[in-house]
């Protein structure tokens, strides 16, 4: 089966870092890009970045470069999304995505992330 | 960046009823690359339409999609119970993606 498997929920502190991880199967991870949506609670969808597993060209959009780090593993088809230092405002669903030709036709079923103190 | 506008922000209609959602653009898309998603709650969006008029995989015909240039729209011939949701147009250009604010489509 082609699905993407997120990993599990997180409850964090603000200034504590986290990875959070996509994991591809049924299809060729180095094939497609790899990306990361955002959705806070109750709001829409915010795209953050975009990785090649092949070569690991990466692309963040400018909301969210410099705040998120994206990389990938292509030995264990993974992506991964990372912060250093958590703040409240990170809260939210993240969702990752397989982008077909600049459309995600694939979704994982999201990670929640809760930072709280 | 584009930003998409969707309209109207919520939308309430009758199961059988026909459901029009429009997007427009602050700039023109090219239509290859103007997809609409659907999303209920507690679930992952889906991919409904790619390529602004083309359904993707196991999506019902009563669902299409139109439109270029800035104007895009997504039509529901007849609602059923289960197409009660939100609806998202997002677009690509040079490694750019941006999403509509969203439609909700609800139950009148």
């Known amino acids: 089966e082609v699905q993407l498997v997120q990993s599990g929920a997180e409850v964090k502190k603000p200034g504590e870092s986290l990875k959070i991880s996509c994991k591809g199967s049924?299809?060729?991870?180095?094939?497609?890009?790899i990306g990361w949506v955002r959705q806070m609670p109750g709001k829409g969808l915010e795209w953050m970045g975009i990785?090649?597993?092949?070569?690991?060209?990466?692309r963040y959009s400018p909301s969210f470069q410099g705040q998120v780090t994206i990389s990938a593993d292509k030995s264990i088809s993974t992506a991964y999304l990372q912060w250093s230092s958590l703040k409240a405002s990170d809260t939210a669903m993240y969702y990752c995505v397989r982008h077909g030709r600049g459309y995600f036709d694939l979704w994982g079923r999201g990670t929640l992330v809760t930072v709280s103190s | 960046e584009i930003v998409l506008t969707q309209s109207p922000g919520t939308l309430s209609l009758s199961p059988g009823e026909r459901a029009t959602l429009s997007c427009r653009a602050s700039q023109s898309v090219s239509s290859s690359y103007l997809a609409w998603y659907q999303q209920k709650p507690g679930q992952a969006p889906r991919l409904l339409i790619y390529g602004a008029s083309s359904r993707a995989t196991g999506i019902p015909d009563r669902f299409s999609g139109s439109g270029s240039g800035t104007d895009f729209t997504l039509t529901i011939s007849r609602l059923e119970p289960e197409d009660f949701a939100v609806y998202y147009c997002?677009?690509?250009?040079?490694?750019?993606?941006?999403f509509g604010q969203g439609t909700k489509l609800e139950i009148k």
């Open positions: 049924g299809y060729s991870f180095t094939s497609y890009w």
């Open positions: 990785i090649y597993p092949g070569d690991s060209d990466t």
């Open positions: 997002q677009q690509y250009g040079s490694f750019m993606y941006t």
